[in-house]
């Protein structure tokens, strides 16, 4: 079955970095047809859509991360990253990544079949 993992969360300080990864496998297709999207929840409120990669590697950001985070990924490694630089205390929050085999990145969470467990992010001011 599908797996998405992901890795890379912790603490830092604020204006620090972070890299996530979301390491997939057992996709039906070949990992590059599918639209990757990161989101991220923090306590008490819903889930809500960071970044997406289509299948043709063409990235969308919300506002909130424009400029400061990048998504990628690397489909010999079946895996796509998310890097987080000047890090904010409102950046705190729990981080998943999805995937879905749509050529369109939505940015609604129940548009996406599978996601990964989430990799906490902290950051203090």
């Known amino acids: 079955q599908v797996q998405l993992v992901e890795s890379g969360g912790g603490s830092v300080q604020a204006g620090g970095s972070l890299r996530l990864s979301c390491a997939a496998s057992?996709?039906?297709?070949?990992?590059?047809?599918?639209?990757m999207g990161w989101f991220r929840q923090a306590p008490g409120k819903e889930r809500e859509w960071v970044a997406s990669?289509?299948?043709?590697?063409?990235?969308t950001y919300a506002n909130s991360v424009k400029g400061r985070f990048t998504i990628s990924k690397d489909n010999a490694k079946n895996t796509v990253y998310l890097q987080m630089n000047s890090l904010k205390p409102e950046d705190t929050a729990m981080y998943y990544c999805?995937?879905?085999?749509?050529?369109?990145?939505?940015?609604?969470?129940?548009?996406?079949?599978?996601w990964g467990q989430g990799t906490q992010v902290t950051v203090s001011s």
């Open positions: 990669i289509d299948r043709y590697t063409t990235t």
């Open positions: 999805a995937a879905r085999r749509e050529t369109l990145c939505p940015r609604v969470p129940d548009e996406y079949s599978y």
């Open positions: 057992g996709f039906t297709y070949q990992y590059s047809y599918y639209c």
